[in-house]
Every structure is written in C-alpha cells, then in structure tokens.
C-alpha cells in the first residue's frame, strides 16, 4: 500500500510538473485528432498550448473516452474538431459531460475545422437508402488534401485571433510562414508523384479520397464492401478480378485494420500491401503534418516505382 | 490524482452503483441456475433487434431501436424459459452459447446490409459508462427499482426455482411461466445496462460479486450481502483506478473486479475457518 501511494504521489508530482507550463501559457486548445492538433501548433505556436484526445495510430472513428479527456475539454478555452460526423461515436457525449458552455457546438470557443475545406463525397440532391452508404455530410477524412490543411490553419487562424486579440500578429506571421513552407513542400510532392498521375490503387476504407485526388491516384475499389463492415468472400473475389482486368497492383491500408485480406489479395494479383499514416503520429516519422505527407508520399512513390517501373 | 475530476463523475459512479446494485441480486440467480452466459446472450439478441431497428431505416438516435431491442429481448427470454421445458439431454448452457453464436452473427450480417450508419452502430450497441448523463441515470434507476420490487414481492418463488425447479413443478407451478418472468426482467434489465457500460463490463458486475460471495459464504442471505458490498466496493474502486492512472473506464473496473476476486480467494482460508 504505501509504495502505491508512493507511486501515486510521483505521479501526480509527474502531472503537477508537465501541467505547470500549460498554466503559464496562453489560450488552452484541444484538439479531437492530432492532425488538427499540428495545425494549431504551426499556428499558434507558444502562444496556446494544445492538447489532441485521440492519437494518431487510434482510429478517430472509435475512441475510448478517458477521464482525462473530460477535464482537458472541461478547461479548455478552445475545442477543434474534424467534424463531418468523423467523432460522432464519442465526443458528443464527452462534450456534454465536461460542462463547459464556451465549447458546446455552435459556442464562441467551439471550431468544427470542415467548415471552410473542400469536402468530397458530398451527396448532391435527395438521399435515398438505395444509394447505398452515404455519408450525408461527405468524407470526413478531408485533411489528406494539403489544400484543406492551409484552409484549416486559416481558419483556425481567425479563430485564435478572435480569442486572443493581443497575439493576432503572431498568429497572422506564423500562419504565413506554414503557408509559404507547405507550398514549398506541395511543389515537391507533386513532381514527386506526377510520373503516376492517373495509376489505379485500392483502398481498405474510405479515408483516401481526398489525398489521392489531390496526387492525381485513382481509387478504383475499397477493401471493405461498405465503411466499417468487414470484408466478405464474394466482394473480395469481384474486387480480385477486377484489379486483375485493370492491372492494379497496390492497396493502401490504415495502420488500424488487419492486413490478412489485403495481403491475401495482393498474393492474388502480385502485388503489394502499403501501410500508410492517416494521422499526424500515425506513425513515428509522420511528427506534424508536413511530414505526415512527406511520410505517405515517399512511401507511395517508392512502391508505385516498384510496381511500374517508372 | 486531480480531485475535479470527481464532480464530472459523479453521474458514472451513481450509474456504477445501481448496476451493481441489482446485478448482485440477479447474479446470485444466474449462478443458481448455472446459465452464466445468458446475459451476453441476450444482450447480443438485443443487440439484433437494434441493428434490424437500423437496418429498417431508425436513426441511429431513434427510439424505436431500443423497442426493437427490447422485443427481440423478449423473444430471446422465451425461447431460454421454453427449452429449460423440455426435457431433452441438451444442457441449457450449449442453447445459449448458439443463440450468442447465431445472434452475433446476425447482426455482422445485418449490418453489412443496412445502408448509411454501420460505422456508428458499434459504439450504440457497446455502450461507455464515462458518457452517461443524468437523465440516463435516473430513469434507469427508476426501471431497476421497479424490477427489484417485482423481484422482491415474489422472491421466494424465484428462489424456489433457481434453486430446485423440479420440486417447484412437483406442486403443479408453471416453471416456465415463471422463467419467463425471470428471463424477461433479467433481459430488460440487461439491455439497459449493456447500452450504458458495455457487454463486459455487465457480465462482470452479474458474475464476479456473486462468485465472490461463494467463496465466503454458503447460505443465500450472506451471499447477498457480500456480492453487494463487493459490486459497490469495487465499482467506486475501479472507478478511482480509472483517474488515477487515466486508463479507459469501463475496462478498469473489469480488472478491478478480477483484481479482487484473486484477493478474496486468497484470504478465503481466514474467513471459511472462522465462519465455521
């Protein structure tokens, strides 16, 4: 018992010590996705302090809610989220739990980030059952578009300026300076991918569209026969025959799903199985979100060469 | 440990607390009768009639899932009181273990059918103890009050069954009237504990606290007791576990109540011995 309550006190020492630059700096962020978190670091800088609840590697649609995350969106003064129904299954409830008026949607301090991006996916007129698996809000997995990640970090840009009045010239130079460095990099991903405009590649789940349209790649299937439902035998078999009559040869899966159907079917048609990083911290190199795409687009370059030849 | 925390948990622990509650009591009854498994059974049933609720076109938020959900409970609690009829060698526990198996799969299949919110349907049929909200609370306190007073105006008869069916029977009572009864309520009570903490966590506060109290105590009356003080005890427990080391809930308290059968059975030699 008393090396527990030991343990306890190193570790609320632990919190008392990592909580004290927070409490000196300025605006407290949180952040439902790291992703979102990266852009309001570039931003704000030391400025606010950020705090993301799910990790990279989680899968944002499933998130098991913490104690932690009550108190984090409890204090905080801002609260982004990715929105488009992405965190539908957990951060509703918590946001009713942590009590804090500023941040309940529609509040001064609440940034749903899809307002201002390009949305894919988007149903256009009535949406009948028979479509199938429609997302009524569009894709929700719109920050893989480097231009959605600038639109983002504007917009998070007005609202920190909003809050924080005083900092709005930081702010402002902080943001053009991410800008002027992501257009840099976007210039050198795209003569990077250009070679393979047009290529054809599967897809696990629908987290990639707007990346690959973005880098001109063109997802002709999905592993899953619809979101989140696992595969099955005969949309295997259809997706195998298909990849064979088109000639495609890479399925990109998120790290959070199993790789045995995937593998299998490239067995099938020889070809390979391509883990990418869907999130900033998704995987070790993707730290922030330029390198998120520095990390995803070596990774498909490198294969598609492998692949093609080119 | 960051004693805030406390005032937003507030909701949780009491919600803890009234699960424990009657799960203590209906444990005693399900371990009598040696169907362990029928709550994930017909938590899974549930489980159907909510996804054929979406598959039928529901929201996801819709209250005609939770009827839904609520009929298939019966169904399921029918089927469980009429083959316990029949006098076929099958043991009751392999019927529940292939309406789980079936029912389980039924809903992998529904879903893969229903068009629009499949991605969403697993986080209503799994549900958070963190996340429930007052409102919540007290209505499903409401339930279980009542439920535990039909429980308690017939006790001895529900005793008498869980106990030795067969003399209840001898005196010309409908066993399975009454195991309707029984699995009917129990399922009622399990689909609304199985949306606010989850599947695992439910079966632990059903089993662990009455399993606890055989270890300590033979007769019914102090096993009662015993699984309640535990179910509390160790809900309030795994709860503190849960903020002092921020892990995930619902998954903490499962531990905990493992954590502690353990202790209780290693201290079962002290206690036996001085009971007897």
Not at chain 1, 146 to 156: D, T, Y
Not at chain 1, 174 to 190: G, I, M, P, S, T
Not at chain 2, 160 to 174: M, Y
Request: glycine share 8%.
């Amino acid at each position: 018992m008393r090396s527990l309550i030991r343990l306890s006190t190193i570790a609320v020492l632990a919190a008392v010590a990592f909580a004290q630059p927070a409490a000196a700096a300025g605006l407290k962020v949180v952040t439902t996705t790291e992703d979102l978190a990266s852009l309001a670091r570039e931003v704000g800088g030391d400025r606010i302090t950020v705090t993301a609840l799910a990790k990279g590697y989680q899968d944002p649609h499933f998130v098991d809610p913490k104690p932690s995350f009550i108190l984090e969106v409890n204090r905080a003064d801002l609260l982004i989220v990715v929105g488009r129904e992405l965190e539908i299954g957990w951060l509703p409830s918590l946001i009713t739990s942590a009590r804090n008026a500023k941040v309940q949607p529609g509040g001064n301090g609440y940034l749903d980030a899809s307002l201002t991006v390009k949305i894919l996916e988007l149903p256009s007129g009535q949406i009948t059952r028979a479509m199938g698996d429609v997302h009524p809000q569009g894709n929700p997995h719109y920050w893989l578009d480097p231009g959605n990640g600038r639109r983002m970090a504007l917009a998070i840009k007005e609202k920190l300026s909003q809050l924080d009045p005083a900092d709005k010239a930081t702010f402002e130079t902080r943001y053009a300076d991410f800008d002027k460095r992501l257009a840099v990099a976007e210039k050198k991903w795209d003569a990077a991918m250009a070679p393979y405009k047009g290529t054809k590649i599967v897809t696990y789940h629908r987290s990639w569209p707007n990346f690959m349209d973005r880098f001109g790649l063109d997802v002709m299937g999905y592993v899953e026969p619809k979101p989140g439902i696992p595969p099955s035998p005969s949309h295997t078999i259809e997706l195998i025959g298909e990849m064979k009559a088109q000639g495609v040869k890479l399925i990109v899966v998120e790290p959070y799903f199993d790789l045995k159907t995937p593998q299998s079917i490239t067995n099938q048609v020889g070809g390979k199985v391509l883990v990418l990083a869907p999130s900033v911290g998704g995987q070790k190199e993707a730290g922030d979100y330029i390198q998120l795409f520095e990390y995803n687009v070596n990774l498909i370059v490198s294969s598609l060469k492998q692949l093609t030849g080119k | 440990m960051d004693f805030a925390i406390l005032t937003f948990l507030a909701a949780p622990i009491v919600a803890g607390l009234i699960i424990a509650g009657i799960h203590a009591y209906l444990g005693l009854h399900v371990v009598e009768r040696g169907v362990i498994f029928v709550d994930l059974s017909l938590a899974q049933i549930a489980s159907l009639g909510a996804a054929i609720a979406v598959f039928r076109g529901a929201d996801p938020h819709d209250p005609s899932i939770y009827w839904m959900s609520l009929i298939f409970t019966l169904i399921g609690a029918a089927i469980f009181a009429m083959i316990k009829g029949q006098e076929a060698h099958i043991p009751q526990e392999a019927i529940i273990g292939i309406s789980y198996a079936v029912a389980s799969a039924a809903v992998i299949i529904t879903m893969s059918k229903s068009t629009g919110e499949a991605e969403h349907l697993k986080d209503m049929l799994v549900g958070n103890i963190l996340s429930v909200q007052w409102p919540e609370v007290w209505l499903t306190g409401g339930i279980y009050a009542a439920i535990g007073l039909f429980h308690w105006i017939f006790r001895k008869r529900f005793l008498e069954i869980s106990q030795d069916p067969k003399a209840v029977a001898a005196r010309g009572i409908s066993v399975r009237f009454w195991d309707f009864l029984f699995y009917a309520s129990f399922g009622l009570v399990v689909t609304r504990s199985v949306a606010i903490a989850g599947v695992l966590l439910v079966f632990c506060y059903l089993i662990v606290p009455s399993v606890g109290a055989m270890l300590w105590a033979k007769r019914i009356g102090p096993r009662l007791a015993i699984g309640w003080v535990m179910g509390l005890f160790v809900s309030a427990l795994g709860m503190y576990f849960s903020v002092l080391f921020d892990l995930p809930t619902g998954a903490t308290i499962v531990c905990t109540f493992g954590l502690i059968l353990v202790l209780m059975a290693l201290m079962r030699p002290l206690i036996v011995r001085k009971a007897a």
